[in-house]
T-cell receptor, first 113, second 114 residues
Framework: GENVEQHPSTLSVQEGDSAVIKCTYS??????FPWYKQELGKRPQLIID?????GEKKDQRIAVTLNKTAKHFSLHITETQPEDSAVYFC????????????FGKGTKLSVKP | SAVISQKPSRDICQRGTSLTIQCQVD?????MFWYRQQPGQSLTLIAT?????????ESGFVIDKFPISRPNLTFSTLTVSNMSPEDSSIYLC???????????FGSGTRLTVV
């Protein structure tokens, strides 16, 4: 079946450094790729997303890139801050069906002051 | 984005009992989704709730265990039936808002089965 692989599972960086999280997906029909941030005890929050007709999208310190040919997409966080510490999940839409998201296993990001 | 109210926020239940979780959205949405997040794990889709039709369940989830209601375009319930400790998880509802696949989550229900 379809799946999304996410790496690394944990990531520790110094404040101010950049962090990169990578995901690969298996369903070639996936056309929507959101990223969620989940702080401890809270709901996942959408932080950025990208659609298959775009190769890169940026929002302040956060950017996402998509390589459809290789079926992978990445989250880039620059100038990390302690409040960026959380678990980050990537997801991919399941084919052309509306509404189904398949999630990666998550990356626990720790930003050390 | 849509505002989702989910309740209860948490509960501790005895094994063998059932719990119904409610999800209320502040606007009409076509589809509502129910996810499970086991401790320290990712999110797994349980089912898609469509108004006016039976819910569509993912592999590994069955209607007898997780019956879902969707009486209108702003409300859905998920029942966790005949609970066992393995059902201890966070259950989240989710909706798509806007016309471009943005999905937002409710605050979740943290269920502990003892």
């Amino acid at each position: 079946g379809e799946n999304v692989e996410q790496h690394p599972s944990t990531l520790s960086v110094q404040e101010g450094d950049s962090a990169v999280i990578k995901c690969t997906y298996s369903d070639s029909a996936s056309n929507y790729f959101p990223w969620y941030k989940q702080e401890l005890g809270k709901r996942p929050q959408l932080i950025i997303d990208i659609r298959s007709n775009v190769g890169e999208k940026k929002d302040q310190r956060i950017a996402v890139t998509l390589n459809k040919t290789a079926k992978h997409f990445s989250l880039h966080i620059t100038e990390t801050q302690p409040e960026d510490s959380a678990v980050y999940f990537c997801a991919a839409s399941r084919g052309g069906s509306q509404g189904n998201l398949i999630f990666g296993k998550g990356t626990k990001l720790s930003v050390k002051p | 984005s849509a505002v989702i109210s989910q309740k209860p926020s948490r509960d501790i239940c005895q094994r063998g009992t059932s719990l119904t979780i409610q999800c209320q959205v502040d606007s009409q949405v076509t589809m509502m989704f129910w996810y499970r997040q086991q401790p320290g794990q990712s999110l797994t889709l349980i089912a898609t709730a469509n108004q006016g039709s039976e819910a569509t369940y993912e592999s590994g989830f069955v209607i007898d265990k997780f019956p879902i209601s969707r009486p209108n375009l702003t409300f859905s319930t998920l029942t966790v039936s005949n609970m066992s400790p393995e059902d201890s998880s966070i259950y989240l509802c989710s909706v798509e808002w806007g016309a471009w696949y943005g999905y937002t989550f409710g605050s979740g229900t943290r269920l502990t089965v003892v």
